[in-house]
């Protein structure tokens, strides 16, 4: 019997792509660098922003002292817009998202959230609209460990007080999250309503595990 059901977040319960981007080509055209020099420094930072050891504003700092256009105002400036692109995320919502986690919480279902995350990401999910709704609330940023490493799963589990069998993984695929989640005992989705042909999205369709095409699609799947 599923007791849980643990989500990830992104491109899960929001997705990036349908509000304005604003990743490493926006923020190099910002900084006034080209994106070629930009990424050369942020890409390497991906894993330690994600556990925690560096945080948006170290990393901004750090690439435009390399390339020689350092200032306050342009930090500021850079930071404040990819907290707003985060922000806006909450904006447009899948509008079965709230009631498929409102008829969660209704039903007795225990609801979970495991997300890779960096500085700027953590703080906005927890100020969003979507925080009330979690009974755990495992963020890599804040966890100094990040999927697929089994340990994340593990403790956010052990939070939620259930079994690995009484678990359903709701992700769209991205880091291995599902094969990991499968992996532990649990049973694995795949959210696909956000799932976008053609766009930068980190994961296409995975036949070798159910499609969800709609979040309500996670009642019927538990029966309710």
Same mark, same amino acid.
């Given at each position: 019997?599923?007791?849980?059901v643990?989500?990830?977040?992104?491109?899960?319960?929001?997705?990036?792509?349908?509000?304005?981007?604003?990743?490493?080509?926006?923020?190099?055209?910002?900084?006034?660098?080209?994106?070629?020099?930009?990424?050369?420094?942020?890409?390497?930072?991906?894993?330690?922003?994600?556990?925690?050891?560096?945080?948006?504003?170290?990393?901004?700092?750090?690439?435009?002292?390399?390339?020689?256009?350092?200032?306050?105002?342009?930090?500021?400036?850079?930071?404040?817009?990819?907290?707003a692109?985060?922000?806006?995320?909450?904006?447009?919502?899948?509008p079965?998202?709230?009631?498929?986690?409102?008829?969660?919480?209704?039903?007795g279902?225990?609801?979970g959230?495991?997300?890779?995350?960096?500085s700027?990401?953590?703080?906005?999910?927890?100020?969003s609209?979507?925080?009330?709704?979690?009974?755990?609330?495992?963020? /890599?940023?804040?966890?100094?460990?990040?999927k697929?490493?089994?340990?994340?799963?593990?403790?956010?589990?052990?939070?939620?007080?259930?079994? /690995?069998?009484?678990?359903?993984?709701?992700?769209?695929?991205?880091?291995?999250e599902?094969?990991?989640?499968r992996?532990?005992?649990?049973?694995a989705?795949?959210?696909?309503?956000?799932?976008?042909?053609?766009?930068?999205?980190?994961?296409g369709?995975?036949?070798?595990?159910?499609q969800?095409?709609k979040?309500?699609?996670?009642?019927?799947?538990?029966?309710?």
């Open positions: 019997m599923i007791r849980a643990i989500f990830d977040m992104f491109e899960t319960l929001i997705t990036h792509y349908q509000s304005p981007l604003y990743f490493g080509m926006q923020m190099a055209e910002d900084a006034g660098i080209s994106e070629e020099r930009f990424q050369a420094l942020w890409r390497p930072t991906e894993a330690d922003r994600s556990i925690g050891k560096m945080t948006l504003e170290e990393v901004l700092e750090m690439i435009l002292k390399e390339n020689h256009c350092y200032s306050e105002e342009i930090l500021k400036k850079i930071v404040d817009k990819r907290i692109a985060k922000e806006e995320c909450f904006r447009h919502l899948h079965e998202i709230i009631p498929m986690l409102t008829k969660l919480r209704e039903e279902i225990l609801v959230l495991i997300s890779n995350c960096f700027e990401e953590a703080d906005v999910i927890r100020e609209v979507l925080f009330p709704y979690f009974d755990a609330l495992y963020l /890599s940023y804040e966890q100094g460990v990040q697929p490493d089994k340990e994340i799963f593990i403790r956010c589990m052990n939070e939620l007080g259930v079994k /690995s069998e009484e678990c359903l993984y709701v992700g769209d695929g991205g880091s291995h599902l094969e990991a989640a992996g532990l005992g649990m049973q989705v795949q959210a696909c309503w956000y799932l976008q042909e053609g766009t930068t999205q980190p994961t369709r995975k036949r070798e595990f159910l969800m095409d979040p309500l699609d996670v009642l019927k799947y538990l029966g309710n």
